[in-house]
């Protein structure tokens, strides 16, 4: 029997037997299309995590006060006050880092009349904006001059811009934050969000400012840009801060430091990690479904071959030999998974799409992603299936007596 | 005429959880080329299980039996199936068509095992087959539209295709009606004529009376082995009118 024969003769058979044919595949078509469709998410989301993560630079690195829990999971104590001014003003002298910008919360409530936002309220270096690469939208961000003179100036991020401004112009006019008066001097762009934090809801005013007010002789954040590479700055920052804060840590326990330095090749590895969680957690899906599905496409060639006792009798009859008989069984089961698991195919990404669509909605920076490697790898699995299900009822068919099937009833 | 096949001593014994039920209990038969011959007997006579032996769709407990001169004692399952795809060919009381295939397709299927038939050339053989028992405006009908009579043409289409040195018809006529059975029986008395080997197996004495030949076959052995040319000549000839 040709190969052509084989693929002719099973499509045939599975034509005739339509409406079984396709209720049969359901369960590898649910079955691919989830995992395409979850594993085209899984990718959109790591894209979505990746733009936050590069939106900061390869070069840029974070510094929390707190000490790394275990497992990886990183926890900062709030209100920690390890990260002194004195420590920054020695940051500023390693020749690894180019610029350091350290950050002090204010509190209290952002007002313009009678509209209030609970915007954050960052004290920043100047250094902050360009860390971030940040730009002004309307008017200008705060300088080094601002610093030096404490001046009451204000930055607003879009999103606190909206609520208190709308679409009226913000620039020169006047919002109290906590107690005191602000002039409002530009408008950042929109960042998004950055580490799972919304950073369109924030006002900066000067560091020197926020200092003054709060009192705080330490930093809650500090953000830094290494010159070169991140290794040796990252080395640098932590061999200083250990000790000057008496830290000792050969084995570079995150446990015992008492800072955290964040960077974005960090949050890629962080990434990677989640993506293989993600992968391991689609793959189990997809060998539980196809396993299900699999069983399905057995049970139904099981009764198929039953069905058509009397057309193999007559196919052997007329020269079939077993092997042609169980390659014909078997080129149908793996037709119907191979079928499946397009059509599956096709649907995952439909439902995909369409996901991205509504997604885009609530999440500026969703884009339609595929995971092509899970695309091929379910529909190649798919029809592995059909090869290791079907090939227990194929050669039930490929051993049935010629004579007692002819006299099947 | 030469040599079609050759039985010695058939013996057929079935065994069922050790209890052997002996069918044939030593058939010793020729049979050449070109003839028409009948196998009859009343059922549980062994004659449908001689024709599965000699269709190569069984094989004989003891005995021999040559094939165009070949012993086929020893042949593996794949032999077999290559001598029924090529040499000997079966129609069935039952049809065993494919229903929802057209007749076309029931009548390429045979070459789908055929080796020698090149997949450009089938559907000229199917044609021609189609066309030799008279049913070409029917071809793309599917099987399942198709009256008994018709279905049993086709099957004997089905049977021709390969063009094979051997014909088994299997009460051919059993699940017709006399007209239908009649207009069946003719065709293959058509092909006898064009120079097919023929064997019929039947209990119905009219059917068998087309045969120039007729082997009884009683409890596992030949009874009569008669030549009836002239009395079938005469028979058709009254069927006819």
Redesign the interface.
């Given at each position: 029997?040709?190969f052509?024969?084989l693929l002719s003769?099973a499509s045939?058979s599975l034509q005739?037997n339509i409406a079984k044919s396709t209720l049969t595949m359901l369960g590898i078509v649910i079955g691919v299309g989830s995992v395409v469709l979850m594993s085209s998410v899984g990718a959109s989301m790591e894209k979505v995590i990746l733009s936050q993560i590069s939106s900061l630079g390869s070069r840029s690195m974070v510094i929390f006060p707190g000490s790394e829990q275990e497992g990886g999971a990183s926890q900062v104590f709030a209100g920690h006050d390890s990260l002194t001014f004195d420590d920054i003003e020695r940051l500023e002298q390693l020749t690894t880092i180019e610029s350091v910008a350290p950050i002090v919360f204010m509190s209290g409530p952002v007002k313009r009349g009678r509209e209030e936002s609970s915007a954050q309220i960052l004290g920043a270096h100047p250094n902050f904006f360009s860390n971030q690469n940040m730009e002004a939208a309307e008017g200008r961000l705060l300088d080094i001059y601002d610093n030096d003179r404490a001046a009451r100036f204000a930055v607003l991020g879009p999103d606190v811009k909206e609520e208190l401004f709308g679409e009226s112009d913000p620039l020169g006019k006047e919002i109290t934050v906590g107690d005191s008066s602000f002039t409002v001097v530009g408008v950042a762009q929109a960042l998004g969000s950055q580490f799972f934090q919304n950073a369109d809801d924030r006002v900066y005013v000067p560091l020197s400012v926020a200092r003054q007010a709060t009192g705080q002789k330490y930093a809650n954040y500090i953000t830094m840009l290494a010159t070169a590479s991140f290794d040796v700055a990252f080395a640098d920052v932590q061999g200083l801060l250990r000790d000057r804060h008496k830290i000792e840590n050969p084995e570079d326990d995150p446990e015992k430091d008492d800072f955290i330095v964040h960077s974005s090749e960090q949050a890629n590895a962080i990434l990677s990690s989640v993506s293989l969680g993600l992968t391991m957690f689609i793959t189990t899906v997809a060998a539980i479904s196809l396993l299900v599905g699999g069983i399905g496409i057995m049970n139904i060639m099981l009764v198929t071959v039953t069905e058509r006792t009397?057309?193999i009798?007559?196919?052997?009859?007329?020269?079939?030999?077993?092997?042609?008989i169980l390659l014909q069984f078997l080129a149908e089961s793996v037709a119907l998974t191979l079928l499946g698991g397009i059509i599956g195919l096709v649907f995952g990404l439909v439902f995909a799409y369409l996901i991205a669509i509504i997604a885009q909605s609530f999440l500026s920076t969703y884009v339609f992603a595929v995971s092509v490697p899970s695309m091929v790898a379910s529909v190649v699995m798919a029809a592995l299936t059909g090869i290791v299900f079907g090939i227990s009822p194929a050669r039930k068919a490929s051993l049935l007596d010629?004579?007692e099937s002819?006299r099947y009833e | 005429m030469a040599s079609l096949l050759s039985l010695k001593g058939l013996h057929k014994s079935y065994f069922n959880e050790e209890i052997e039920t002996a069918v044939l209990h030593g058939i010793d038969l020729d049979i050449e080329k070109g003839e028409f011959i009948a196998i009859m007997g009343p059922s549980g006579s062994g004659k449908s299980t001689l024709m599965h032996i000699l269709g190569f769709l069984d094989r004989p407990t003891t005995g021999t039996y040559h094939f165009l001169g070949e012993d086929t004692a020893g042949k593996n399952d794949d032999e077999l199936a290559a001598i029924r795809a090529t040499k000997v060919s079966f129609v069935f009381q039952a049809f065993h068509l494919l229903p929802r295939a057209t007749v076309l397709e029931n009548v390429l299927l045979p070459l789908l095992y055929h080796p020698g038939i090149a997949p450009a050339d089938r559907e000229n053989y199917a044609q021609k087959a189609i066309a030799s028992v008279g049913l070409s405006d029917r071809a793309t009908f599917f099987s399942s539209q198709l009256s008994g009579g018709q279905k049993q043409r086709v099957a004997i289409a089905r049977a021709l295709v390969t063009e094979p040195e051997l014909i088994f018809a299997d009460e051919p006529t059993g699940n017709l009606d006399s007209a239908s059975g009649l207009q069946v029986m003719e065709v293959l008395e058509k092909l006898n004529q064009a120079g097919h080997t023929i064997i019929l197996v039947t209990h119905e004495r009219t059917t068998a009376e087309f045969a120039d030949r007729i082997v009884h076959i009683k409890d596992g052995l030949i009874e009569s082995d008669t030549r009836t040319h002239e009395r079938r000549r005469a028979g058709a000839d009254v069927k006819l009118k």
């Amino acid at each position: 029997m040709h190969f052509s024969d084989l693929l002719s003769t099973a499509s045939k058979s599975l034509q005739r037997n339509i409406a079984k044919s396709t209720l049969t595949m359901l369960g590898i078509v649910i079955g691919v299309g989830s995992v395409v469709l979850m594993s085209s998410v899984g990718a959109s989301m790591e894209k979505v995590i990746l733009s936050q993560i590069s939106s900061l630079g390869s070069r840029s690195m974070v510094i929390f006060p707190g000490s790394e829990q275990e497992g990886g999971a990183s926890q900062v104590f709030a209100g920690h006050d390890s990260l002194t001014f004195d420590d920054i003003e020695r940051l500023e002298q390693l020749t690894t880092i180019e610029s350091v910008a350290p950050i002090v919360f204010m509190s209290g409530p952002v007002k313009r009349g009678r509209e209030e936002s609970s915007a954050q309220i960052l004290g920043a270096h100047p250094n902050f904006f360009s860390n971030q690469n940040m730009e002004a939208a309307e008017g200008r961000l705060l300088d080094i001059y601002d610093n030096d003179r404490a001046a009451r100036f204000a930055v607003l991020g879009p999103d606190v811009k909206e609520e208190l401004f709308g679409e009226s112009d913000p620039l020169g006019k006047e919002i109290t934050v906590g107690d005191s008066s602000f002039t409002v001097v530009g408008v950042a762009q929109a960042l998004g969000s950055q580490f799972f934090q919304n950073a369109d809801d924030r006002v900066y005013v000067p560091l020197s400012v926020a200092r003054q007010a709060t009192g705080q002789k330490y930093a809650n954040y500090i953000t830094m840009l290494a010159t070169a590479s991140f290794d040796v700055a990252f080395a640098d920052v932590q061999g200083l801060l250990r000790d000057r804060h008496k830290i000792e840590n050969p084995e570079d326990d995150p446990e015992k430091d008492d800072f955290i330095v964040h960077s974005s090749e960090q949050a890629n590895a962080i990434l990677s990690s989640v993506s293989l969680g993600l992968t391991m957690f689609i793959t189990t899906v997809a060998a539980i479904s196809l396993l299900v599905g699999g069983i399905g496409i057995m049970n139904i060639m099981l009764v198929t071959v039953t069905e058509r006792t009397r057309e193999i009798g007559l196919r052997k009859a007329i020269g079939a030999r077993p092997r042609d008989i169980l390659l014909q069984f078997l080129a149908e089961s793996v037709a119907l998974t191979l079928l499946g698991g397009i059509i599956g195919l096709v649907f995952g990404l439909v439902f995909a799409y369409l996901i991205a669509i509504i997604a885009q909605s609530f999440l500026s920076t969703y884009v339609f992603a595929v995971s092509v490697p899970s695309m091929v790898a379910s529909v190649v699995m798919a029809a592995l299936t059909g090869i290791v299900f079907g090939i227990s009822p194929a050669r039930k068919a490929s051993l049935l007596d010629p004579v007692e099937s002819l006299r099947y009833e | 005429m030469a040599s079609l096949l050759s039985l010695k001593g058939l013996h057929k014994s079935y065994f069922n959880e050790e209890i052997e039920t002996a069918v044939l209990h030593g058939i010793d038969l020729d049979i050449e080329k070109g003839e028409f011959i009948a196998i009859m007997g009343p059922s549980g006579s062994g004659k449908s299980t001689l024709m599965h032996i000699l269709g190569f769709l069984d094989r004989p407990t003891t005995g021999t039996y040559h094939f165009l001169g070949e012993d086929t004692a020893g042949k593996n399952d794949d032999e077999l199936a290559a001598i029924r795809a090529t040499k000997v060919s079966f129609v069935f009381q039952a049809f065993h068509l494919l229903p929802r295939a057209t007749v076309l397709e029931n009548v390429l299927l045979p070459l789908l095992y055929h080796p020698g038939i090149a997949p450009a050339d089938r559907e000229n053989y199917a044609q021609k087959a189609i066309a030799s028992v008279g049913l070409s405006d029917r071809a793309t009908f599917f099987s399942s539209q198709l009256s008994g009579g018709q279905k049993q043409r086709v099957a004997i289409a089905r049977a021709l295709v390969t063009e094979p040195e051997l014909i088994f018809a299997d009460e051919p006529t059993g699940n017709l009606d006399s007209a239908s059975g009649l207009q069946v029986m003719e065709v293959l008395e058509k092909l006898n004529q064009a120079g097919h080997t023929i064997i019929l197996v039947t209990h119905e004495r009219t059917t068998a009376e087309f045969a120039d030949r007729i082997v009884h076959i009683k409890d596992g052995l030949i009874e009569s082995d008669t030549r009836t040319h002239e009395r079938r000549r005469a028979g058709a000839d009254v069927k006819l009118k």
